[in-house]
């Protein structure tokens, strides 16, 4: 009998301390549970991207020839830069300058979260006619637009079109597959800091026939008279339109690559102000990386406040340090990267959250993607409470600061010149994990040393890792092998 009420009392403890083990949040022992921010250093940073004396592009390019980049010993690449190297903030303080930006931010998400919905069935040749008809060769106008309807265009990179290339100043953007750059004549064409490209100064220029294979991958295409007709849009309410042609692409010094297909825009309202167009990186057949049959790309951004930059880079070895991610795709919409995101952890503490939330479901719902012109990752909204919780939480040594716009938890970091900031970490599928870095994590919305926490809510079903998570990081995608990887202070 004794020995019955020894075995059932043991039965007891035992599950009653599964039961505790599974109920406490997991700790994950081998990361730092906090990483140190220097305040100061990035409120300097706020002041110098506002400052005329920030250096010029053509200041950067002369540095830039006289260095190698760091990874495309047998690849091709071309330079990136920050959207405030191309375009110099009209702001007088660093407040209005995020604000700015945070509307970009909203309108680019808002985009990437439409594309998942639309259907090109709703679109008729009727769209794309008055391209062509009304463009003549009057003067044209190059408004410059400004706010949310700028959408977006963060990071742009210097790439060469035509025989003999005209170099133009191109914004990257991973969520997109079509390229494309505006062109004369202008129906309608925003400013940019490059001369509009002119088809007619190029002899490898080639317009498409309506009754091409390329013309036929677009979704939304239309014909006159025996020319394929493109329109990209945004879901802001941006567009582009024009023709569909194949022209010379060129990488610097590193090599150039015929036949590229690339829309010439006449008629491009509401975004990408500065850049001559866009290069698309998605997982479409028209991007860029499909096109060139590139087996892998990677880049590094750079903090937006600096004057410095850094690579674009195709086919190149990615560092043999990266943190590698499955990459996966959706079968609704083969544009977008997805990764495979198990979990995340705050303060070493691991988010009690449902997997569920970062996987892609049976109707192309869910998972989380990397996206290069998303500025604050976009959590569902119950991961991101979890997430802002534990952060603060975990962040009592700093003085609360209440909300700004889209953050809702803020910090007075402005009697510090250091901060101790808990660690954020992703993990991966397959056991790699991400830590990322304080600058990574918070960021300032002013001058003075308000920090605010730089992720956000979604009631949307996708979640974007942005790029103020990858700043600083060499991103590489490797296609051939369908993973994503990671390198902390490689760019």
């Known amino acids: 009998m004794a020995s019955s009420f020894s075995n059932f009392l043991s039965l007891i403890i035992t599950v009653s301390f599964l039961r505790n083990a599974l109920c406490r949040p997991s700790l994950t022992s081998s990361l730092p549970h906090s990483q140190i921010l220097d305040v100061s250093k990035y409120i300097q940073n706020t002041l110098q991207v506002l400052s005329p004396n920030i250096k010029s592009l053509q200041q950067q390019e002369a540095i830039e020839q006289q260095q190698q980049p760091l990874y ?34 909203s309108a680019r998400v808002s ?41 977006s265009g963060e990071y742009f990179a210097r790439l060469g079109v035509g025989e003999p290339a005209k170099e133009f100043y191109m914004a990257i953007d991973t969520g997109s597959d079509i390229n494309w750059l505006q062109c004369e004549p202008c129906d309608e064409c925003y400013q940019q800091t490059d001369p509009i490209f002119n088809p007619s100064d190029s002899s490898t220029y080639n317009q498409l026939s309506c009754d091409s294979p390329v013309c036929a991958a677009l979704e939304l295409s239309g014909c006159y008279t025996d020319t394929c007709m493109y329109q990209v849009s945004y879901g802001d309410g941006s567009f582009t339109k024009g023709e569909l042609a194949t022209e010379t692409v060129s990488f610097g010094d590193s090599g150039s690559f015929p036949n590229v297909a690339i829309g010439c825009g006449h008629d491009n309202e509401g975004l990408f102000t500065g850049s001559a167009g866009l290069l698309g990186l998605g997982g479409g057949s028209l991007s860029l990386p499909s096109q060139v049959k590139a087996t892998s790309f990677s880049y590094g951004l750079v903090d937006r406040d600096s004057d410095s930059s850094s690579t674009l880079e195709f086919n190149s070895a990615g560092p043999s340090d990266s943190v590698f991610a499955p990459l996966l795709r959706n ?95 992703f993990h991966f599928s397959g056991g790699r994990t991400l830590p990322l870095h304080a600058q990574n994590t918070v960021v300032p919305i002013d001058s003075s040393g308000k920090y605010c926490l730089a992720f956000a809510p979604t009631d949307e079903s996708m979640s974007i890792i942005g790029n103020v998570q990858q700043q600083g990081t060499r991103v590489s995608y490797d296609l051939t092998n369908n993973l994503v990887g990671f390198s902390l202070d490689k760019c």
């Open 72 to 105: 495309s010993s047998s690849a091709f690449s071309v330079s990136i830069y920050p959207r405030s190297s191309l375009v110099k903030p009209q702001h007088t303080d660093y407040t209005s300058l995020t604000l700015s930006r945070l509307a970009r931010d």
């Open 111 to 151: 985009s990437l979260n439409a594309m998942l919905q639309l259907s090109p069935t709703n679109f008729t040749y009727s769209h794309l006619k008055s391209v062509r008809t009304m463009s003549g060769l009057e003067e044209f106008q190059t408004p410059l637009i400004s706010g949310s309807s700028q959408g």
């Open 331 to 425: 079968s609704r919409r083969d544009t977008f990267f997805y990764v495979g995101l198990e979990g995340i952890s705050v303060g070493g503490e691991m988010l009690q959250v449902p997997l569920s939330i970062f996987q892609i479901d049976d109707n192309g719902r869910g998972g989380i993607i990397v996206d290069s012109g998303t500025a604050v990752t976009r959590l569902q909204s119950s991961a991101y409470n979890a997430l802002r919780d534990t952060f603060v939480k975990y962040a009592q040594n700093l003085p609360s600061a209440g909300e700004f716009e889209l953050f809702d938890t803020c910090f007075d970091l402005s009697s510090m010149s250091t901060a101790n900031v808990p660690t954020v970490a």
